[in-house]
């Protein structure tokens, strides 16, 4: 009886032996079918794509298209085009890495409460697109399509569906300018700069860009403008603030009277290479809380705190207001004519200065020079002088602030300085004491600005030194 009992028992753990063999067996030939099916299982043409919709993370967004693509939820929300082409190009030819077949249960994939739902209806098919878990194994998307089948996509679809309605406006952009040809202000700052490399408006060559006043044209700093228009040419057009601003939220940003707007004309090229001409207008604003800070404090908008600035920014009549951050409003708004005139008192080419006349303390030295190639040398009487100090003396006067204050006080230190210039001969600068930290310049009898004293003492040391005998 022992006997017989131990030989039933053998016999059923044999069985179970078996049995488990063949599931093995079978689990390695659907592990191999799995492994070895990588192909194109969706193709869909996006061109034929009438309408996109996905569930994702408590969002639902849909989208069709007529002429081009709307949102469903706000018909004067400007879609990008291009954007919504980019979700769906990569169904046009979607592969898998692997393909499960015979699902039995597609709990275990994730796939019975999806994390995104994407459908989309092209022609007279629609499709829904089934995004799972993650495989343990080799951290790949499930997918499924309604087939009866499970993908391991071989790109994960939510790394482009994980987005919001933000992502998707049409942003304005800043035209691809190469060489402005006018610059207009309005607003707290009314003025134009205009360009003109022919001009002879100045005695430097560097200088293209002029302004007028008071009938006069004014020599601006290249480098000044320049800086300006490289905030304007990588100005980011990406956090708006609202897409179809009403009447009151204008009011609200500022934006119904700007504190500032820009006229921009411009040439550049098409994609043809061909030369264009374009103009773009940007108008700045600050809500009414940083405009009622500023006035509490008594200052300019500009000098408050960023953590006080709230700014915004619209494109011409766009429906579109963007955010703009402390830093580049600052910047921007950083415009007035002072801002963009050159700060040095003589910022002349030095190889083109022929001779100083020089007045100091009731006497007057003339400093004369003889050019050779390109070097120009300069002498008191026949004595050949070292001008390093001078010349970096003369390039350290540079302006505090601009002023049209009349001298008061006794002069410092007088220079005409003659260049090998037609249109402008020589330059006559005088500096006046002004106070215990400050010269007052005038230039061919116009008072500019206020230097430090410091400097002017560094010039008179710079001249006494080239006239004392050694």
């Known amino acids: 009886m022992n006997r017989a009992r131990r030989i039933y028992v053998l016999l059923f753990v044999l069985l179970v032996l078996c049995i488990a063999a063949v599931a093995v067996l079978q689990t390695e030939q659907h592990k191999e079918q799995i492994k070895t099916s990588g192909e194109v299982v969706l193709q869909i043409d996006a061109d034929m794509v009438q309408s996109l919709s996905w569930e994702y993370d408590g969002q639902t967004l849909s989208f069709h298209k007529d002429e081009s693509w709307s949102y469903d939820g706000d018909a004067a929300f400007p879609v990008d085009d291009q954007k919504i082409a980019s979700l769906l190009e990569q169904f046009e030819e979607f592969g898998a890495l692997f393909t499960i077949s015979d699902v039995e249960g597609y709990g275990q994939y994730g796939l019975s409460d999806p994390l995104c739902t994407i459908s989309l209806e092209a022609g007279e098919e629609l499709y829904e697109i089934a995004l799972g878990d993650y495989s343990s194994m080799d951290s790949l998307r499930y997918v499924s399509f309604g087939d009866g089948n499970v993908y391991l996509a071989a790109q994960d679809p939510l790394d482009k569906f994980d987005i919001s309605l933000r992502d998707l406006i049409l942003n304005d952009e800043i035209p691809d300018f190469e060489q402005i040809t006018q610059l207009t202000f309005s607003g707290a700052q009314n003025y134009s700069i205009f360009y003109d490399p022919d001009a002879s408006y100045s005695y430097s060559e560097q200088d293209v860009y002029f302004t007028q006043q008071e009938g006069t044209h004014l020599p601006l700093d290249s480098s000044l403008i320049d800086s300006y228009l490289s905030y304007l040419r990588y100005l980011s057009l990406t956090d708006y603030a609202g897409n179809n601003a009403t009447e009151q939220e204008l009011q609200d940003w500022g934006l119904d009277q700007p504190e500032l707007s820009l006229s921009l004309e411009y040439t550049g090229q098409d994609e043809m290479g061909e030369e264009l001409e374009g103009s773009f207008v940007l108008h700045l ?179 006494r030194a080239l006239v004392w005998e050694s």
């Open 285 to 463: 604003g600050v809500d009414s809380q940083t405009r009622s800070e500023a006035e509490q404090q008594q200052i300019p908008v500009g000098e408050l705190e960023d953590e006080d600035i709230s700014a915004y920014l619209r494109m011409g009549d766009s429906s579109i207001v963007y955010h703009l951050t402390p830093d580049v409003y600052k910047a921007l708004t950083a415009a007035s004519c002072d801002d963009f005139r050159h700060r040095q008192v003589l910022w002349v080419d030095w190889q083109d200065i022929t001779q100083f006349e020089i007045s100091l303390e009731g006497k007057t030295y003339l400093f004369s020079s003889e050019e050779s190639g390109d070097t120009r040398t300069f002498f008191y009487g026949e004595r050949e002088l070292e001008t390093d100090e001078l010349q970096s003396a003369l390039s350290a006067l540079t302006a505090d602030e601009f002023t049209q204050e009349a001298p008061s006080n006794t002069q410092e230190i007088a220079l005409t300085v003659f260049l090998d210039n037609e249109q402008f001969p020589q330059v006559e600068i005088e500096l006046y004491r002004y106070d215990s930290t400050h010269c007052l310049v005038v230039v061919d009898e116009t008072p500019l600005s206020l230097v430090p004293r410091s400097k002017v003492v560094d010039l008179t040391e710079a001249v």
